[in-house]
Nanobody
Framework: QVQVVESGGGLVQPGGSLRLSCTASGNIFSVNTMAWYRQTSGKERELVAAVTSGGITNYADSVKGRFAISRDNDKHTVYLQMNSLKPEDTAVYYC?????????????????WGQGTQVTVSS
């Protein structure tokens, strides 16, 4: 069985910082790209940032220069450091892990998703 679990959300004032973490665990052979998405009510889920197993990163234009994604391959963990947060960053943040499970039955097309963590930026 494979699980993806996020942590680190919360309430922060505009201009503040938060760090999100996400770990993939279970019977995993390898993890390819890990990514953070976010979603607000009534809108589609959007890509925030992604990082390949080789460390290549990609960011949404709206977060470039403020957010930084990184990962620890040994721990199957990805981080999202969010600085200079704005009210428009308020959303539920989801982690996606494109991984290769050891058991075929655990494969999920499109990657495994976490349950989401709420980030609220408000004064």
């Amino acid at each position: 069985q494979v699980q993806v679990v996020e942590s680190g959300g919360g309430l922060v004032q505009p201009g503040g910082s938060l760090r999100l973490s996400c770990t993939a665990s279970g019977n995993i052979f390898s993890v390819n790209t890990m990514a953070w998405y976010r979603q607000t009510s009534g809108k589609e889920r959007e890509l925030v940032a992604a990082v390949t197993s080789g460390g290549i990163t990609n960011y949404a234009d709206s977060v470039k220069g403020r957010f930084a994604i990184s990962r620890d391959n040994d721990k199957h963990t990805v981080y999202l450091q969010m600085n200079s947060l704005k009210p428009e960053d308020t959303a539920v943040y989801y982690c996606n892990a494109d991984l290769v499970p050891r058991l075929a039955r655990d494969y999920v097309h499109g990657g495994h998703w976490g349950q989401g963590t709420q980030v609220t930026v408000s004064s």
